[in-house]
C-alpha cells in the first residue's frame, strides 16, 4: 500500500509562514482526492483542505485567504502552504489520501507538530 509522509512543520512566530509537504510512496493519481487534517490537544480533528485529482481546492473557512493546498504529479507530493499563521493553527498536521474504494479518507501519514507562538 502506498505511504504517506509529511514534512515541514516546526515552531513559528504569529504572522509567520510555514510549507508543509506530504510525499507519497507511489503515484498520488491512485487516489481519488487527498487532504489535510489538523488535531489540537483536546480537540476533534479538523478537515483544513483538500484537493481532486483534477486540482479543485476546498477549504475550512478558518483559513480561508491563509492556506494554499496544492499538488505536484511529478513529485507525487502535495503541499499545504500556511501564511499569516495565528496560535490557533497549533495542531498536529496529517495527510490523508481516499482510495477508489473508499468513500472515506483511509490512508494517513504519521502527522508533522505545527507550533505557532511567541
Known amino acids: 500500500q502506498v505511504q504517506l509522509v509529511e514534512s515541514g512543520g516546526g515552531l513559528v512566530q504569529p504572522g509567520g509562514s510555514l510549507r508543509l509537504s506530504c510525499t507519497a510512496s507511489g503515484s498520488i493519481f491512485s487516489f481519488n482526492g487527498m487532504a489535510w487534517y489538523r488535531q489540537a490537544p483536546g480537540k476533534q480533528r479538523e478537515l483544513v483542505a483538500t484537493i481532486s485529482t483534477g486540482g479543485t481546492t476546498g477549504y475550512v473557512e478558518s483559513v480561508k485567504g491563509r492556506f494554499t493546498i496544492s499538488r505536484d504529479n511529478a513529485k507525487n507530493t502535495v503541499y499545504l502552504q500556511m501564511n499569516s499563521l495565528k496560535p490557533e493553527d497549533t495542531a498536529v498536521y496529517s495527510c490523508?489520501?481516499?482510495?477508489?474504494?473508499?468513500?472515506?479518507?483511509?490512508?494517513w501519514g504519521q502527522g508533522t507538530q505545527v507550533t505557532v507562538s511567541s
Open positions: 490523508a489520501a481516499r482510495t477508489p474504494s473508499s468513500i472515506r479518507y483511509n490512508v
